[in-house]
């Protein structure tokens, strides 16, 4: 397909499209002539989860060609693309720096100590594997209920990883139907930017749906 197809199967304006090629986010098309080039099926899919990471999850350009390379590594492996554009898994490691190696290794055991030795970290772990969840050991989302349940623990509120127990249940149900949401595609790229858009698009819906639901059994059960 030409430069004009692409556009309008991907949503994504021409000059946009030219400004991620220049940019390196999106593969070059092969070439016809001097000023022409012929573009496939993966452009669209790529273009769309671009459109995805930058307007929707807010990522920069370079973050985003960061991430795709890294996506691009990985492309096989469904599980681990999800997890790069949805921020559970870091883009890329750091490398080791072999003069500093035993510092590094030094101070990470003390930091690792410290981040163990926190309350919440301990009540996020306990929560992870009283449910059997498969996390990764760094995720973002684990450092947030650590940060919550110590918050509440501060403030004398008598509140501990078990009463997270049944929310964590309907979060289980919740995460299963998202991903039975990705069942009609194999492309990975396709269930990527399909997976971003459900998660960052829905998360304001579903707290509204929460709302909604406590406002009607509160009249329920205290209405007149």
Known sequence: MRISELSRRSGVPITTIKHYLREGLLPPGRATAATQAEYEESHVRRLRLIRALIGVRGLSVNA????????SEHEADTHQVLGL??????????????????????????ASAEENDRPGIAA???????????????????????????TLRSLGVDYDWRSLLPYATLAERTAAHDLDQLDDTTDPLEQAERALLLTVLLEPALLALRRLAQEDESAKRYGG
Do not use: C, F
């Open 124 to 150: 996020a772990d306990a929560l992870l594997t009283e449910m059997g969840w498969q996390v990764s050991e760094h995720a973002p989302a684990k450092s947030v209920i650590a940060e919550t349940l110590e």
């Open 64 to 71: 985003t060609r960061e991430l795709l390379s890294a996506v």
């Open 85 to 110: 554009v949805l921020g559970a898994r870091p883009v890329t490691e750091p490398e080791p720096d072999l003069e500093s190696e035993s510092a590094s290794a030094s101070a990470s055991a003390s």
